[in-house]
């Protein structure tokens, strides 16, 4: 029998929103496979056990249903509308395994990513689950630029 090809993986500990690493397994956990480079913002890929907690494809729209106008604004208000659905449902920011974002136009993402970083970090912390980017051609409510779904493992 011979050694299996390809990349082993590891299993990186989360960090916490107070930026240590959380050693507790019953935790998600970040599953970063050996040689590959560190991504940078987001996860590979991730592992946890527990009760799930899910979220529809949230905008970034406030409480009376407006929209602000901008990217980052609209993205702003988007994740802080999951850290409020995640709250509801018993889960934090370092319980978030999986973010998938729609976004109508790349280039808007990829022309402020320092701006989207420093929102990001002010909401979630240091917690890079497993993402997906996905452009598409316009949202259900015309003036939202950005939708993301959230999934997060609380654990037992």
Do not use: C
Not at 78 to 96: C, Q
């Amino acid at each position: 029998m011979t050694a299996p090809k390809g990349p082993t993986l590891t299993v990186v500990p989360n960090a916490n929103n107070d930026g240590k690493t959380n050693a507790d397994p019953s935790y998600p956990r970040v599953l970063q496979p050996s040689g590959w480079p560190a991504p940078k913002g987001y996860s590979n890929g991730m592992t946890a056990d527990g009760r799930l907690v899910v979220t529809g494809g949230v905008i970034g729209w406030d409480t009376e249903g407006h929209l602000p106008k901008g990217f980052s604004t609209q993205v702003k208000q988007a994740l802080e509308n999951i850290a409020a659905i995640l709250a509801e449902g018993g889960a934090k920011p370092e319980h978030l395994v999986r973010l998938t974002w729609y976004v109508v136009d790349i280039e808007e993402y990829l022309g402020d990513l320092k701006t989207l970083g420093r929102i990001y970090r002010d909401i979630f912390g240091p917690n890079y689950p497993a993402m997906a980017l996905v452009q598409v051609v316009r949202l259900v409510e015309r003036a939202a630029r950005v939708e993301i779904e959230a999934t997060a493992v609380v654990p037992r």
